[in-house]
């Protein structure tokens, strides 16, 4: 079946990095954009960083940009999410998405937590 799982959240303090890994099976992971998305308490979910099924394109939300990296190894099936000069407001549980067309598979979410 369909699994996407993220690993890689932790408690960090600010200034600090990550590198958040979502690691996908029971799908051709190549034929399918793929997406991070996080949701901060109290907050809706948002969509943070995404990029093309061959990895050619990515997009980010402007308050990551150029903190954020997101990538794809095709040969691993797997995604993503390098995260610098990490600030407390990054705190949010952070998912993996999947979509081709009308279809879309998410994570179960890894939390980031940025305090001192």
């Known amino acids: 079946q369909v699994q996407l799982v993220e690993s890689g959240g932790d408690l960090v303090e600010p200034g600090g990095s990550l590198r958040l890994s979502c690691a996908a099976s029971?799908?051709?992971?190549?034929?399918?954009?793929m997406s991070w998305w996080r949701r901060a308490p109290g907050k809706e979910r948002e969509s943070v960083a995404t990029?093309?099924?061959?990895?050619?394109?990515?997009n980010y939300v402007e308050s990551v940009k150029g903190r954020f990296t997101i990538s794809r190894d095709n040969t691993k099936n797997t995604m993503y999410l390098h995260m610098n000069s990490l600030k407390p407001e990054d705190t949010a549980v952070y998912y993996c998405s999947a979509n081709r067309a009308t279809v879309r598979y998410w994570g179960q979410g890894t939390q980031v937590t940025v305090s001192s």
């Open positions: 029971g799908f051709t992971f190549s034929n399918y954009g």
């Open positions: 990029i093309s099924s061959a990895g050619a394109f990515t």
